[in-house]
């Protein structure tokens, strides 16, 4: 190799690694930025809930986004603000309502933002999850399965739908699978 490809391939090498130190940089500001306007949502939401001004079905809009309460896994010390339309763009934000099954059961997805979803896959069997709504009423859940699901498997993820009540799941840092919660209603 003469001294001219070993320039260029220094400078590619330069190249590439700028772009992953930027790629990286990148992320670590979604999450901030993630982890910023959640936490401002979640106080908004304990406060709009407090005020008992809401009825069952009601959302809650924030700067454009509509919200419909409050999810909590005391054991992972998670509390999350939940939007009520998924898009990729508002899981930027914080987790979204995936897809309602009908009455009570209900799939929320997140990205595994420390402030989000992290370490969902620490849950363990019994831990509770609860879910506060609007008008104040909080369900009561226990987890009862954990399983890792290809990403994007939306008939994996609503599978057996009518055993759980509420499903949680997030993406792996590979965003090749999504660490999938099912829980029960107990309360």
């Known amino acids: 190799m003469n001294?001219?490809?070993?320039?260029?391939?220094?400078?590619?090498?330069?190249?590439?690694?700028?772009?992953?130190?930027?790629l990286v940089l990148w992320n670590i500001i979604e999450e901030n930025n993630a982890e910023k306007t959640s936490g401002e949502v979640l106080e908004?939401?304990?406060?709009?809930?407090?005020?008992?001004?809401?009825?069952?079905n009601d959302v809650y809009e924030y700067d454009s986004k509509s919200y419909i309460g409050i999810l909590s896994i005391p054991s992972l010390d998670i509390e999350v603000p939940v939007q009520n339309e998924w898009s990729y763009d508002n899981l930027k934000l914080?987790?979204?309502?995936?897809?309602?099954?009908?009455?009570?059961?209900?799939?929320?997805?997140?990205y595994?933002?420390?402030a989000f979803f992290e370490n969902l896959d620490k849950i363990s069997s019994g831990d509770e999850i609860y879910f506060t709504s609007l008008d104040g009423a909080v369900n009561t859940y226990e987890m009862q399965w954990s399983e890792l699901l290809t990403s994007g498997d939306d008939e994996a993820l609503a599978s057996d739908?009518?055993?759980?009540?509420?499903?949680?799941?997030?993406?792996?840092?590979?965003?090749?699978?999504w660490v999938t919660v099912r829980a029960v209603l107990t309360k």
């Open 161 to 177: 739908e009518n055993a759980w009540d509420l499903t949680v799941f997030t993406y792996t840092w590979s965003g090749r699978q």
């Open 94 to 110: 914080s987790p979204c309502r995936y897809t309602l099954i009908g009455g009570e059961k209900m799939i929320v997805g997140g």
């Open 112 to 114: 595994s933002y420390s």
């Open 44 to 56: 908004k939401l304990e406060q709009a809930i407090e005020s008992g001004e809401f009825s069952e």
């Open 3 to 22: 001294k001219k490809q070993g320039r260029i391939l220094i400078i590619i090498g330069t190249l590439l690694l700028i772009t992953a130190m930027s």
